[in-house]
């Protein structure tokens, strides 16, 4: 069992940068890759960025790669999602998850697929 816990968000101007953090409690956090999705009124769900398990590897969705980063440290049952460059368009509720280790990469994108999620921070960029 994981309980997740998002906290940092907020509004925020076009153009600059915030940190949301997810705080999981459980002494398996370093067995499970780390995702972030957000969603928007009226719309579904998306990914955002996956980190693994071990922290080897990240994966981004295209419209957030090259502005946002993802990092955890699991000696403190942590993962951080770095935003910069925010645009209004980023404008969602975002939630960290978490899933078992996935074979194919492109599976990390399915919401579906996460057994854990968190209550969600709101983040607002106004133009």
């Known amino acids: 069992q994981v309980q997740l816990v998002e906290s940092g968000g907020g509004l925020v101007q076009t153009g600059d940068s915030l940190r949301l953090s997810c705080a999981a409690s459980?002494?398996?956090?370093?067995?499970?890759?780390m995702g972030w999705f957000r969603q928007a009124p009226g719309k579904e769900r998306e990914f955002v960025a996956v980190?693994?398990?071990?922290?080897?590897?990240?994966y981004y969705a295209d419209s957030v790669k090259g502005r946002f980063t993802v990092s955890r440290d699991n000696a403190k049952n942590t993962v951080s999602l770095q935003m910069s460059s925010l645009k209004p368009e980023d404008t969602s509720v975002y939630y960290c998850?978490?899933?078992?280790?996935?074979?194919?990469?492109?599976?990390?994108?399915?919401?579906?697929?996460?057994?854990?999620w968190g209550q969600g921070t709101q983040v607002t960029v106004s133009s």
């Open positions: 459980g002494r398996t956090f370093s067995t499970y890759a």
């Open positions: 980190i693994t398990a071990s922290g080897g590897s990240t």
């Open positions: 998850a978490a899933a078992m280790p996935l074979y194919y990469s492109n599976d990390y994108l399915r919401p579906d697929l996460y057994a854990y």
